[in-house]
């Protein structure tokens, strides 16, 4: 399985930025996927996680602000990200689990299948 990022960049406060993930060798589909980031001196955290209804999970600090979505027929995964700040600032990273119909799709923790990232930074 390989996850590939891509989208991420540098903008200014109050911007947006789209970031796309695909998957070799792994369907999206029917599965728990998500986004986490990584902000320097800091652990990795959870952004935004998708089910295979559409239910999407955020993290408070990004809620109202982040999209995320799945094309299920390119397999593909989305985050939208909007009203962006410098706290914003971070490596992105696309991820999945390889096991389905194991605890809930919004338990960070269950998340064990990583792309290699893609960096956001937001200036003032």
């Known amino acids: 399985v390989r996850l590939v990022e891509v989208g991420g960049g540098s903008v200014q406060s109050g911007g947006s930025l789209k970031l796309a993930c695909t998957a070799s060798?792994?369907?999206?589909?029917?599965?728990?996927n998500g986004w986490f980031r990584q902000a320097p001196g800091k652990e990795r955290e959870g952004v935004a996680t998708i089910e295979g209804d559409g239910r999407a999970t955020y993290a408070d600090s990004v809620k109202g602000r982040f999209t995320i979505s799945q094309d299920n027929i390119n397999n593909l995964v989305f985050l939208q990200m909007n009203s962006l700040k410098p706290e914003d600032t971070a490596v992105y990273y696309c991820a999945t689990r390889d096991r389905r119909g194991i605890g809930s799709c919004a338990d960070w923790s269950l998340y064990n299948i990583w792309g290699q990232g893609t960096q956001v930074t937001v200036s003032s």
């Open positions: 060798g792994y369907t999206f589909r029917g599965g728990c």
